[in-house]
């Protein structure tokens, strides 16, 4: 409490003055305006109509002809990095989250813990009277504290939001998501027989937040942080929205981009002269690693062009759909006569990606694993590709479309890691100018300063107790009702993952340094310098015709690094980064013991048996006629789990959704106390890192099932899915049962699970997975 008492105590009531001042909760401004942020991921800025792009989303064009398009809009090249910049107003670096949360180091730049002196705006607009809500994506936290155990010092709950509802991770099955509901985890509401998507999920739940705090103080003002899991893989999208492209992509990437540049053109989006940059600008293996290649489309054979099509025509359904989800939204905002009084600030947070590697995927676990694509298997499951029994990521070639005109994709510092979709609309405010297009320069760190300008709030000095550092951004306010004021940001820098560059008055020099190639030596990087007011792609080197510019840029960036805690550079390969010894919330231990009602444990922070021998023990009673769930972890594309259906006990491994071992009881379950063991022993490894050897399925002390089997080299899932016990939460191991599949007529004691300490991990597959998932 701020405010001093100011009645009167006395002995007696009577003689005594009330004085409610210091305890009324903080109030807004009359007519304080609403605030929505939509956030898209990996959302190249040639994807929508709205933009230029051959998906159609009409809600993303509903919003900006209520405000403005905005056609140099620039983020970080990775989510969580932009994510942190977004809610801050500072560099990605000051709030050190140099690149993925989950790839910490022990430097103020990059230790993935966003400080309370760097206050969110959320923490800003709670403490003046708004209504706080984040639904959606968050990967705000490293994965190891994203458990029951915490800590809980970086959830939405902890920086400013009053209630959540989303995943914690950076990617989640669309299908079947790792749910968190304000500080604990929660199933999806419905299955997606009874037609689940997360993208409804999420809508739903932002309009019943909006709407609970309404419909209760109808003056109180909101900010509802919406950020999606669309557009990232996986691309699920329900089968009518992806079907309604069958066929738009068949032209191939090449022909996407020549279109799309036309349309782009002609709205303004870029400058009549622009072209398009080269389909693989830098040479590999020399600067990118060959996973960033892009196939001529001319060079694919017939087959390879139906799958590459269909799992365009998937992310291209996904994100119609979701587009459309949204439209429920705004509908509901306009309806309840909120629209016109609503800051709509709408952003992808990198370009599109560039991990689904030349080939692409129908179930990028195997990628995350180190196992090879296999272009038959793809072929014969086309017909899954959006399915709840796909996990698909599209080549490289259309995360290059999506990003026209620009080189490369997410993680680099060229546009198309960096130049991004961004509309901001605010109805009440933008009647004389809605619908233009506004071509200053901006980064991802003017978004908050531009929010407290137009609420009227001044960055605090001290937030919940904590000194604040300056905020970094500018307020965009000024380009609103003015398309010709000059850019009132003139410097901004990049550095992602070793990739580096900074702009400054219209220039932009870029180091040609590719990601995680371990290639060092940043001090003989060779430098390219582009006049970005005539050459939006950057594909008109000028470092020779303008060699003192190109000094005074790469001098600058140096001054920008230090500013902001840059430095070290690090673009070490994967297994490097992987094998660091960093802080963990438990040390590992070789005995693991849970008990009913477990649920969502991440993978983080769950019991790990990669590569190793392990035993499984279940301490249970039958009584009746027992079914459901002993154990699980993981889903259909890669985990395993001990149930019992039929009166029979079973165990399934599914490796990588690949192939499926399976061992049962061959007698029934009798009434009474029994002890079930699974065992593996290790014998040795094939392929890499992949662990083979015997599984022993065992009951009290009987031995029911035995033979050969092999464990994925890598996780189970990027998105950290849930260890649990006695139900299956999300996708289910086999198609044996459907989840949740609790376990019924009878009582688990509790499961203990050993593995021995000393274990060989593939951490370079690990290493590039955390990348891909970000």
């Not at 903080?26 to 109509?49: K, M, S």
């Not at 005995?591 to 019991?607: L, W």
């Not at 006695?726 to 996708?731: A, F, K």
Request: hydrophobic letters at 35%.
């Amino acid at each position: 409490m701020s405010e001093k008492f100011r009645g009167i105590v006395n002995l007696d009531i009577r003689d005594s003055r009330q004085d409610w001042t210091p305890y009324l909760p903080p109030r807004a401004a009359p007519d304080a305006p609403n605030v929505l942020f939509i956030v898209w991921d990996d959302t190249g800025i040639a994807v929508w109509d709205t933009f230029g792009g051959l998906v159609e989303t009409p809600t993303m064009t509903r919003i900006a002809e209520l405000g403005l398009r905005y056609s140099q809009f620039h983020t970080t090249a990775m989510c969580s990095p932009t994510r942190s910049s977004l809610l801050t107003g500072r560099n990605h670096h000051m709030n050190g989250v140099a690149s993925v949360m989950d790839l910490a180091m022990g430097f103020p730049g990059a230790h993935s813990v966003m400080p309370p002196e760097n206050g969110t705006l959320a923490e800003t607009l709670v403490e003046n009277g708004y209504n706080t809500y984040c639904v959606g994506k968050w990967h705000l936290t490293p994965l190891p504290e994203t458990s029951m155990a915490g800590p809980r010092r970086t959830w939405p709950l902890s920086r400013g939001f009053e209630r959540y509802y989303g995943f914690l991770a950076g990617e989640t099955n669309q299908y079947f998501p790792n749910l968190t509901y304000d500080n604990h985890f929660v199933d999806p509401p419905y299955t997606p027989d009874e037609g689940y998507h997360l993208s409804r999920d999420l809508v739903d739940r932002t309009i019943e937040f909006i709407r609970d705090g309404k419909q209760v103080a109808p003056q109180k003002p909101w900010f509802a942080y919406l950020s999606l899991g669309a557009t990232h893989a996986p691309h699920h999208s329900p089968k009518e929205w992806m079907d309604r492209y069958r066929g738009k992509f068949d032209m191939g990437y090449d022909r996407y981009r020549e279109i799309v540049l036309e349309n782009q053109k002609r709205m303004g989006i870029v400058p009549p002269n622009t072209e398009l940059s080269p389909m693989n600008p830098w040479p590999s293996p020399d600067v990118i690693t060959e996973r960033d290649t892009v196939k001529p489309w001319d060079s694919l054979d017939e087959d390879e062009k139906r799958v590459f099509a269909r799992l365009a025509e998937a992310f291209a359904g996904f994100c119609s759909y979701t587009d459309h989800e949204i439209g429920r939204l705004i509908d509901y905002l306009e309806e309840s006569g909120q629209l016109d009084n609503t800051i709509i600030v709408v952003v992808s947070d990198n370009g599109a990606s560039g991990e689904g590697s030349p080939d692409g995927s129908v179930n990028e676990n195997k990628g995350f694993n180190g196992y090879p694509e296999d272009p038959q298997e793809n072929l014969e499951k086309i017909d899954d590709i959006g399915s709840p029994r796909s996990y698909s990521q599209y080549p490289t070639g259309w995360a290059w479309a999506f990003n026209t005109p620009y080189k490369l994709y997410k993680r680099y510092s060229t546009n198309g890691g960096t130049a991004d979709p961004m509309i901001v609309a605010w109805p009440r405010e933008m009647r004389d100018v809605a619908g233009q297009v506004r071509d200053q320069y901006h980064h991802v760190i003017d978004v908050t300063p531009t929010i407290d300008d137009c609420v009227g709030i001044a960055p605090p000095d001290v937030l919940r107790g904590h000194p604040q550092t300056p905020i970094q951004g500018v307020s965009m306010r000024y380009t609103f009702p003015s398309g010709t004021a000059d850019s009132a940001r003139t410097t901004q820098y990049y550095s992602m993952l070793g990739t580096r560059a900074i702009y400054h008055d219209g220039w932009k020099a870029v180091a040609r340094h590719g990601t995680g190639t371990g290639k060092g030596g940043f001090t003989d990087d060779e430098w390219e310098l582009f006049d970005i007011t005539t050459d939006r792609a950057e594909l008109h080197d000028l470092s020779r015709e303008r060699p003192e510019v190109l000094r005074e840029l790469i001098a600058l960036w140096y001054v920008e690094a230090g500013r902001n805690n840059v430095l070290p550079l690090d673009d070490r390969v994967p297994v490097e980064i992987m094998t660091e010894d960093r802080p963990a919330p438990s040390p590992a231990r070789e005995r693991y013991v849970y008990y009913p009602g477990t649920s969502g444990v991440p993978e983080d922070a769950a019991v790990n048996i990669r590569n190793r021998s392990f035993a499984i023990t279940a301490e249970f009673e039958a009584a009746g006629a027992p079914e459901g769930v002993i154990f699980s972890h993981g889903s259909r594309f890669g985990g395993h789990t001990v149930y019992v259906k039929d009166r029979r006990l079973h165990y399934v491994y599914s490796f990588l959704g690949i192939q499926e071992y399976r061992f049962t009881a061959d007698a029934p379950l009798s009434p009474g106390r029994h002890v079930a063991v699974v065992r593996f022993e290790k014998t040795h490894e094939d392929p890499r890192w992949a662990a083979n050897g015997t599984l022993t399925l065992s009951l009290d002390g009987d031995t029911m099932a035995s033979g050969p089997m092999r464990t994925q080299p890598g996780k189970f899932s990027v998105a950290g899915l849930g260890l649990t016990i006695g139900r299956h939460s999300g996708d289910p191991v086999t198609d044996d049962y459907t989840a949740p599949f609790p376990f019924t007529g009878g009582t688990i004691d509790r499961v203990t699970v050993e593995v021995p300490l000393a274990q060989d991990l593939d951490t370079e597959t690990e290493a590039d997975a955390i990348l891909a998932q970000d």
